[in-house]
């Protein structure tokens, strides 16, 4: 533990889960603090499209290649023509064809416009000239959860972030539960404001006694 | 945003809005919502009446007899595939920088290699206090290379601190020694996972 200084009140700790009020969030006027996300490249979902473009289109292209020279279609062009002359446009399969073609298109326009990498959670930039960071949502999970294990009373934890929340789940093996709960939010309160996320998440505090 | 994520949310929107719209004008068509909602399609589209065939033999070679049908279906069928097959090599490449061009010398023009910047940087980061792993990668032209830094933390240091040192250290180090003005970098950072020193 390296950041946070003791003089805190554990009100502000207790209380201090909403965003509003963390100094973190705030616009300092020297650098931006703006939420700016991690945009993914698409690379993959990109890939796959192009390959089934590029493979639609290819194959029209060659076999009309092939039928201009003289040669008669391939069956699968047959059967594709005569499916489409004959399939009327209330056809269970036009119409069950259709809709996966619109569920398609849709979530291609929102893997489009949205940024993706949810795993990333976007860090303030302070101090810092020209670099734009973000820590992965596993490791403020195992932070969380490391500073809840070196609360004393505290016999095990596990930590899982959100996007917006954190669930810390503590074992208390010893020492009064109440008092080791307090301790526990004031550390993790502090713990909280050392991620240095622009957004951090709200923490929810659970206190299970050993079962054993 | 790089020029690669641009281009590849340009068209997947693309091929998106194309998919919505025919399907949903073949749904349309399919569940005869033109009549029932009054969509103000036109009635002699056939594609608004559910009894007619998606692609009749007539209308597929209705225009075969014109002298534009054949120049325009081998263009199309042309640009489509050349331009799937030249989105789909553009994925493969990582987009890292082969040379990074030094601004200040510009009468004798000198090219320094992006592994060796990309090296040199993530050296001088896996040393700051705090970080465990570093590796480093410029993507990007030749004149505006980004870096990108995969800091992996060592337990119990906080990316606050790390993040002043990565700027002000390795990064700062790396434009005055190329001079390069604008070094932009993203961090990403993740911890390792490490015995928990228990207070008890």
Known sequence: MTAGTPAETPADALAGTGTATDPAAQHDGVGTLRARRFWSARRNVAALAALVLGGAAGALLYEEIYIQSGHRAHAWRLRVADDLAHRHLDDHWVIAASAVACALGLWLLVLAATPGLRRLLPLAAVGTTGVRAALERRAAAAMLQRAAIEVPGVHDARATVGRRKAKVQAVVGFGDREEVRALLTELLARERKALGLVRPPMINVKIRGRSR | ?200
Request: charged fraction near 20%; charge should be positive; proline fraction near 8%.
């Open chain 2, 1 to 200: 945003m790089t020029a690669r994520t641009a281009i590849n949310r340009t068209l997947l929107a693309l091929v998106g809005l194309v998919l919505l719209a025919g399907g949903a004008l073949l749904l349309a068509g399919g569940l005869d919502l033109n009549h029932r909602w009054h969509l103000g399609l036109p009635a002699d589209w056939t594609v608004t009446h559910p009894h007619h065939a998606v692609l009749t033999a007539a209308e597929r070679t209705r225009w075969r007899g014109s002298p534009w049908w054949w120049p325009t279906v081998f263009a199309a069928l042309t640009a489509t595939t050349l331009l799937s097959l030249w989105w789909l090599l553009a994925q493969l490449s990582r987009g890292r920088t082969g040379e990074v061009t030094l601004p200040d010398t510009a009468d004798v023009p000198v090219l320094l290699r992006g592994g060796t910047l990309a090296k040199a940087v993530a050296d001088e980061a896996g040393r700051l206090p705090g970080v465990a792993r570093a590796r480093v990668r410029l993507l990007g032209g030749p004149r505006r290379p980004h870096a990108r830094v995969a800091l992996t933390l060592a337990p119990g240091a906080a990316p606050g601190p790390v993040l002043r040192d990565l700027s002000d250290g390795p990064l700062a180090d790396a434009r005055a020694a190329t001079g390069l003005a604008r070094l932009l970098a993203d961090a990403r950072v993740r911890v390792e996972p490490g015995p928990v020193s228990r207070v008890r």
